[in-house]
C-alpha cells in the first residue's frame, strides 16, 4: 500500500473516532439536560376510586366488626367469599403492601411527587350507619398502614362514601388520617373545613394546591353538604357560572405564583362513556377563568376519555382503582376491573401538561396486578376510541401508553 493512501486511511479513521466520541459526548449532554429538566418538573399520579373498606378491610390484619347493612349482602365477609369464587383463594390475613401489588414497583419506578387518590372509605369503629344509604365502605383504623405505606399520599374524601357511618363515622376518618400524616381535603367538621384546599409544598419544585369537591351527580344526598356548624361534603350543587366564580374566588384565595392547581372532583354516574356538553363546558371554564391546572375526575367505574385542552390536563373519569367488586356481575363489557395508572408531568412554571404515561393494571384477588398483553390492547383501543373526539390518542411502548394531542 503507498504511504499516502495509509495516511488517509489513518486519517479517516481518526476522524471517524472522534465523530464518534463527539457524538457519544452530545448523547450523555442531551440525557444531562433531559434528566435536569426532569428534575424541574413536577409528577402527579392520580387514580380514581379507592376502596379499602368492606371486603378489602376483612382480609387486612385488622377486620372490623363485618356487619353491613345492604339489601345485598350482610356482611363484609360476603364479598371475600365471591372475589374467591372467580379469582381464587386470597390467603389472608395479607401484608398492609399487599393491596397496591404491582403498583409499588410502578411508584419505584416513576417516583412521583405526589400520589393522589379518591378514598371512598370510612375509616371507622362507629356501628351506626347513615339510614338510606345502600352501600357501606368501612375500613378498621388500625388498618391505616395499608394507605401510609404509599408515601406522599393525598386522599380526596369529597364523595359519596364518606359518611357512610354517619358523622362519628367522618369525625374519626379525619382524625385517623391526620395522626397518620396522610394529606386529605374534601370533607370536615364544618364548611370552613371541609372547603380547605391542601396546600402541598415539593421541595426545590413548589407547591401542589388541590381543591376537592363533590357533586349530587355522583350520588352524594344533599343532607350530606358541610355547613357552619355541621360536618360534611364540599358539595358543589351544579355546574353554574355560580359555581364557577366560587371555585375561582377560592383559588384566588390561596394561590401563589408557581402555584400548580387541582382540582379534584367526584361527578357523574358509575357507568357510561358519554360526555355531556356541559360538563366539558364546565371544565373547560374552570381553566379559562379559575385557572385550574389539572382536572382530576372520578365516579365512574370505569376510564373515560382524556383531554387537553389549552395546555391543562382533563381527566373527565379515571374509572375504579381498587375495590371488592369481584364476582359481581353485570357491566362487563365496560372492564371495570381495569384500572388506569395516570403519571402527569406538569411544567411548575406554567400548569402545563408536559407528558402523561398511563400504565394499564387489572384488579385480581382484592390487589392491583400487572395486565396481559390482551388487556394492554384492549385498554388502548378503547382509550383511542374515546380520545378521538377531544383530538387526542394513545401510543403504547412497551406494557406503557403515552398520550398525543
Given at each position: 500500500m503507498k504511504p499516502g493512501i495509509l495516511l488517509i486511511g489513518l486519517l479517516t479513521i481518526t476522524m471517524l473516532l472522534s465523530l464518534s466520541e463527539f457524538r457519544d459526548i452530545n448523547n450523555i449532554e442531551n440525557s444531562l439536560?433531559?434528566?435536569?429538566?426532569?428534575?424541574?418538573q413536577i409528577k402527579l399520579?392520580?387514580?380514581?376510586?379507592?376502596?379499602?373498606?368492606?371486603?378489602?378491610?376483612?382480609i387486612l390484619p385488622h377486620p372490623g366488626n363485618p356487619e353491613i347493612f345492604e339489601s345485598y349482602m350482610k356482611d363484609a365477609r360476603g364479598y371475600v367469599t365471591i372475589a374467591e369464587k372467580k379469582n381464587g383463594r386470597i390467603k389472608y390475613p395479607v401484608s398492609y403492601p399487599y393491596i397496591w401489588g404491582d403498583a409499588l414497583k410502578e411508584f419505584d419506578r416513576t417516583k412521583p411527587d405526589l400520589k393522589i387518590i379518591n378514598l371512598e372509605t370510612s375509616i371507622t369503629t362507629n356501628n351506626s350507619y347513615w339510614t338510606g344509604k345502600g352501600i357501606q365502605y368501612r375500613m378498621h383504623p388500625n388498618n391505616i398502614e395499608c394507605l401510609s405505606v404509599v408515601e406522599n399520599l393525598f386522599c380526596s374524601l369529597g364523595n359519596?362514601?364518606?359518611?357512610?357511618?354517619?358523622?362519628?363515622?367522618?369525625?374519626?376518618?379525619?382524625?385517623?388520617?391526620?395522626?397518620?400524616?396522610?394529606?386529605?381535603?374534601?370533607?370536615?367538621?364544618d364548611f370552613k373545613a371541609a372547603n380547605q384546599p391542601a396546600v402541598i409544598d415539593i421541595e426545590g419544585k413548589g407547591r401542589i394546591v388541590i381543591l376537592s369537591y363533590g357533586m349530587p351527580s355522583s350520588g352524594i344526598f344533599s343532607s350530606w353538604a358541610a355547613q357552619k356548624n355541621r360536618p360534611g361534603v364540599n358539595l358543589?350543587?351544579?355546574?353554574?357560572?355560580?359555581?364557577?366564580?366560587?371555585?375561582?374566588?377560592?383559588?384566588?384565595?390561596?394561590?401563589q405564583p408557581g402555584d400548580i392547581i387541582v382540582l379534584s372532583l367526584h361527578w357523574g354516574g358509575n357507568w357510561g362513556y358519554d360526555i355531556p356538553s356541559d360538563e366539558m363546558e364546565f371544565v373547560h371554564s374552570l381553566i379559562d377563568s379559575a385557572h385550574i391546572d389539572v382536572f382530576h375526575g372520578h365516579s365512574s367505574h370505569h376510564f373515560k376519555a382524556i383531554e387537553v385542552y389549552h395546555n391543562k390536563l382533563i381527566l373527565y373519569g379515571c374509572g375504579d382503582f381498587l375495590n371488592d367488586y369481584e364476582g359481581i356481575g353485570g357491566k362487563e363489557n365496560y372492564r371495570s376491573e381495569l384500572a388506569?395508572?395516570?403519571?402527569?408531568?406538569?411544567?411548575?412554571?406554567?400548569?402545563?401538561?408536559?407528558?402523561?404515561?398511563?400504565?394499564?393494571?387489572?384488579?385480581?384477588?382484592?390487589?392491583?396486578?400487572?395486565?396481559?398483553?390482551?388487556?394492554?390492547?384492549?385498554?388502548?383501543?378503547?382509550?383511542?376510541?374515546?380520545c378521538k373526539r377531544y383530538n387526542s390518542s394513545v401510543t403504547q411502548q412497551n406494557n406503557r401508553l403515552f398520550l398525543n394531542w
Open positions: 439536560v433531559e434528566m435536569q429538566d426532569t428534575n424541574k399520579f392520580l387514580c380514581g376510586d379507592v376502596m379499602t373498606g368492606r371486603g378489602i378491610d376483612q359519596n362514601h364518606i359518611l357512610d357511618w354517619d358523622y362519628k363515622g367522618l369525625a374519626q376518618t379525619i382524625n385517623i388520617l391526620d395522626k397518620a400524616d396522610i394529606e386529605h381535603a374534601g370533607a370536615g367538621i358543589l350543587q351544579d355546574l353554574s357560572s355560580d359555581s364557577i366564580r366560587e371555585i375561582k374566588t377560592l383559588v384566588e384565595s390561596v394561590k388506569l395508572m395516570y403519571f402527569a408531568s406538569v411544567d411548575p412554571k406554567t400548569g402545563n401538561l408536559l407528558k402523561l404515561e398511563i400504565t394499564p393494571m387489572e384488579i385480581r384477588n382484592f390487589r392491583v396486578n400487572a395486565v396481559s398483553t390482551s388487556d394492554l390492547k384492549w385498554v388502548k383501543n378503547r382509550l383511542n376510541r374515546e
